[in-house]
């Protein structure tokens, strides 16, 4: 279905730089006492909102550093005293998107991309859509992000989850059912006096992600094709850390693949940990590979006859499994069926080899990696010395020092949280353009999360606002903001953990 010139919808022009962009003026700033001032008065007279947030929810809690649970170790964290932090320039239009949740929320701003969906699903590697970044495709990746985040509530919500259990995936897209939750398991164990000590952190197996399908006629419709998602989470137990820092590569060799289809494939070699986590059988469960390969493929058989893409998407850990599960369907049975494998991945390690990243590339995967410029984990294991790892595909960079509501020594924990990857994928426009003015997801959440790396103004704005910043309690009002993304149809699905 491709065409020879891209579709009138995919106009690629550099965004025009207005007169309302947020680079500093040259004149200085105005005093922040003057400025909050005058923002207090503008809050005072937008009735309708102000009286939506000013109901006594809870008093604002001190403010302390809060760090993303379990995903980054604390030695990651930078420890040093910070230096002093320079006076923003704040715009109110910048500081209204802390109230955007209390405000209703308008009709989905997603286009038509029934007829320019392959290009924005990589089929010509994303040319000419990156850099400046295409609305459509900002769109397709934030909402993939949030698949991601999914599988992240999913794990939190019930850590001991196991194969013959109910797990609850909190999907924020109802167009989306989902289908199967997905299990990984470590190939090592605690000593049988620790794990007896500490059971949670002993538990090989544990639930990493879910398979989802697009079962709305309207979204069907508005994409030009169903859709498959694998969606995986990053590292949050004890265990796959341990695997996470098995850096040696080994042989990759999948049994559900077709002819071989790449140069060199007997040299496809990937890292040890993620391999282990990625074919490893469980007691109760199967491998993450046979679960993935065994869903899609009743999917397809399914869908048979319908125009169908997978996508599988992840972060930190996930998005390394992210690649191997696209490795693995393209040259096997999404590749048979026709179906186009694309990774949407944020804040990544590297994979495998040269030999793995020319094998996936051969087979049809295509690969758009999410990269934040500060962030250390894409950086691992290092490509040298040689021969070593390589990246694998296309490469989206950010810059954590470009968002106006981040501190620009926001510490390493920030710079790989996914709600910042989010965030700095809803303000990018290009690597030479201010943050976008008119980005649309709420800064809420990245306050939740990253309060102690938000510039200290927006924090104490949202103090001001009676936001508490820990949630829960009597504040209902203010974890239903902070606590889900604001979106139409959000729905939770319950699922049961056999596989």
């Not at 194969?163 to 989306?176: F, T």
């Not at 169903?226 to 590569?249: M, S, Y």
Request: charged content about 20%; some cysteine.
């Amino acid at each position: 279905m491709s065409t020879a010139a891209a579709p009138p919808s995919l106009s690629l022009h550099r965004p025009a730089v207005t007169a309302t962009s947020t680079r500093v003026a040259a004149a200085p700033p105005p005093s922040n006492a003057a400025h909050l001032a005058s923002l207090d008065k503008l809050f005072r007279n937008r009735g309708g909102v102000e009286s939506a947030a000013s109901p006594a929810v809870a008093a604002a809690a001190p403010q302390r550093r809060q760090q993303p649970l379990l995903r980054l170790p604390s030695f990651f964290t930078r420890t040093g005293a910070r230096g002093q932090e320079p006076a923003p320039t704040l715009s109110p239009r910048r500081l209204e998107r802390l109230l955007q949740p209390v405000a209703p929320d308008g009709p989905s701003p997603r286009g038509d991309i029934a007829a320019a969906w392959r290009r924005l699903h990589g089929e010509d590697g994303w040319r000419g859509l990156l850099d400046p970044l295409h609305p459509d495709l900002r769109r397709e990746i934030v909402r993939y992000g949030e698949f991601v985040d999914a599988a992240y509530g999913a794990f939190l919500s019930r850590p001991d989850a196991e194969p013959g259990r109910r797990a609850r995936v909190p999907l924020q897209d109802a167009a989306y059912r989902v289908t199967a939750p997905l299990f990984a398991t470590s190939s090592v164990g605690l000593p049988t006096w620790l794990a007896a000590a500490a059971p949670c952190a002993g538990q090989r197996t544990s639930l990493v992600g879910y398979v989802a399908v697009c079962d709305s006629p309207a979204e069907i419709r508005r994409m030009g094709r169903r859709d498959i998602v694998v969606a995986l989470r990053g590292t949050c137990t004890v265990l796959e850390w341990a695997e996470n820092v098995r850096a040696g590569l080994v042989p990759a060799t999948h049994c559900d693949t077709a002819a071989a289809t790449a140069p060199d494939t007997s040299n496809a070699k990937v890292e040890c940990g993620f391999w282990n986590l990625y074919k490893t059988a469980g007691d109760r469960s199967a491998s993450l590979s046979e679960m993935v390969v065994s869903e899609v493929r009743r999917l397809l058989d399914m869908y048979k006859g319908e125009e169908v893409s997978i996508t599988v998407t992840g972060h930190s850990l996930g998005a390394a499994l992210a690649v191997l599960i696209a490795d693995e369907l393209s040259g096997g049975i999404a590749g048979r069926a026709g179906a186009p494998v694309a990774v949407f991945s944020f804040g990544g390690p590297r994979v495998g080899n040269r030999a793995f990243a020319a094998r996936v590339e051969a087979r049809g995967a295509r690969v758009l990696r999410v990269v934040n410029a500060h962030d250390v984990v894409p950086r691992f294991p290092p490509g040298l010395p040689l021969p070593g790892y390589a990246d694998v595909g296309r490469e989206l960079r950010l810059d954590s020092r470009a968002s106006p509501y981040l501190r620009p020594d926001a510490d390493a924990a920030c710079c790989h949280d996914l709600e910042a990857y989010i965030h700095l994928v809803d303000g990018f426009l290009g690597s030479h353009c201010p943050f976008r003015d008119n980005a649309k997801r709420s800064i809420l959440r990245l306050v939740k999360n990253q309060g102690g790396n938000v510039k200290q103004l927006y924090m104490s704005k949202a103090k001001d606002m009676r936001i508490q910043l820990d949630g829960g309690g009597a504040a209902d009002m203010a974890g239903s903001m902070l606590g889900r993304v604001d979106m139409p149809g959000a729905a939770s699905t319950v699922v049961e953990c056999v596989h």
